[in-house]
């Protein structure tokens, strides 16, 4: 049974940083491309961040661009989210995800103040 766990959400003073991990289990994803994603109250969940199948190809929302870094390590089967410098904008859900499948984690809470 393939499942992907969030974790490392909190909350945090604006300008601070977290770090969010997804350790995936179940079977391996060395494969396939992953992503972050995030949903805030009353919005549509939306795209983070997504790396591919190497680590080598990342891409950015505007809004995160070089304030977040996406990586993952195969050996690990995890995949992580860097986050500096923290807005309140960035208040959300955060979810992970494997690309093209119907496998999402929990979701992890990160509460940004002002």
């Known amino acids: 049974q393939v499942r992907l766990v969030e974790s490392g959400g909190g909350l945090v003073q604006a300008g601070g940083s977290l770090r969010l991990s997804c350790a995936a289990s179940?079977?391996?994803?060395?494969?396939?491309?992953m992503g972050w994603y995030r949903q805030a109250p009353g919005k549509e969940r939306e795209v983070v961040a997504l790396?591919?199948?190497?680590?080598?190809?990342?891409n950015y929302a505007d809004s995160v661009k070089g304030r977040f870094a996406i990586s993952r390590d195969n050996a690990k089967n995890t995949l992580y989210l860097q986050m500096n410098s923290l807005k309140p904008g960035d208040t959300a859900i955060y979810y992970c995800?494997?690309?093209?499948?119907?496998?999402w984690g929990q979701g992890t809470q990160v509460t940004v103040s002002a």
């Open positions: 995800n494997v690309a093209g499948t119907p496998w």
């Open positions: 179940g079977r391996s994803f060395i494969n396939y491309g």
């Open positions: 790396i591919n199948w190497s680590g080598d190809t990342t």
